[in-house]
Nanobody, 116 residues
């Protein structure tokens, strides 16, 4: 199991920016696919953005053009840069690490609140 620790959440006004970070505890990070998910109150968890071990990215339609996922394999860290934030982006954001069928680990989540 890999420990994942998210940071960077907080309260921001609509139109503002935040950068989330997720630090992994092991070098398995380098060969794992990473993702950011979010869960708003009363809603199911949904994927926000993913990045493969080789750096290919994918985004939910709702965040395309506003959010950017990136990774630093030297620091075992994945980032989510969030710009032009909207109140509907308010949620708990979770980091996920996935490698085959052996690793499917989640962080504890970080709250992002966007005020109108």
């Amino acid at each position: 199991q890999v420990q994942l620790v998210e940071s960077g959440g907080g309260l921001v006004q609509a139109g503002g920016s935040l950068r989330l970070s997720c630090a992994a505890s092991g070098s398995i990070f380098r060969i794992s696919d990473m993702g950011w998910y979010r869960q708003a109150p009363g809603k199911q968890r949904e994927v926000v953005a993913t990045i493969t071990s080789r750096g290919s990215t994918n985004y939910a339609d709702s965040v395309k053009g506003r959010f950017t996922i990136s990774r630093d394999n030297g620091k075992f860290t994945v980032y989510l840069q969030m710009n032009s934030l909207k109140p509907e982006d308010t949620a708990v954001y979770y980091c996920n690490l996935r490698r085959g069928t052996t690793y499917d680990d989640w962080g504890q989540g970080t709250q992002v609140t966007v005020s109108s």
